[in-house]
């Protein structure tokens, strides 16, 4: 266990170029994630330093939404599904993959 200062909370480019993504789809197709999914991407966009407790949402998110891969036009990059857009907005696999990466690392670390 690391304390959660010397881990970098900032995500990776793929991540925040995912998140960038997501927003470009839901301005263009008006569909996909809420209002928390777009906060979400905007903070992973702009590779802010997330909280401890914001990494363990993301993991939260993903392991609830990972059904919606299963959807209609889901990655279909013409007519993509509302699921595929609010999966970019958190990151995409690999804002999943770097959120459990990250998730493993802090345990129950709290905020600052």
């Known amino acids: 266990m690391h304390e959660a200062d ?10 925040a170029d995912n ?6 789809l839901r301005a263009q197709f008006g569909r996909g994630g809420n209002e ?8 992973l966009k702009n590779r802010e ?3 401890p407790s914001t990494i363990r949402r ?3 998110y993903f392991a609830r939404h990972e059904v919606d891969k299963r959807g209609r036009n889901y990655g279909n990059e013409a007519n ?3 699921g595929h857009i609010a999966w970019l907005l958190w990151g995409g696999d690999e804002g999943r993959a ?3 990466d990250i998730k ?5 670390a709290p905020d600052i």
Not at 6 to 15: F, M, S
Not at 104 to 108: A, C, E, Q, S, T
């Open 6 to 15: 010397e881990i970098d909370l900032r995500c990776p480019q793929a991540v």
């Open 19 to 24: 998140a960038a993504k997501g927003l470009r």
């Open 98 to 100: 770097w959120a459990l």
């Open 58 to 60: 993301m993991v939260s």
């Open 36 to 43: 928390i999914g777009v906060a979400r991407a905007n903070e």
């Open 80 to 82: 993509p599904s509302a």
């Open 49 to 51: 330093k997330l909280a």
């Open 104 to 108: 493993r690392k802090i345990g129950n």
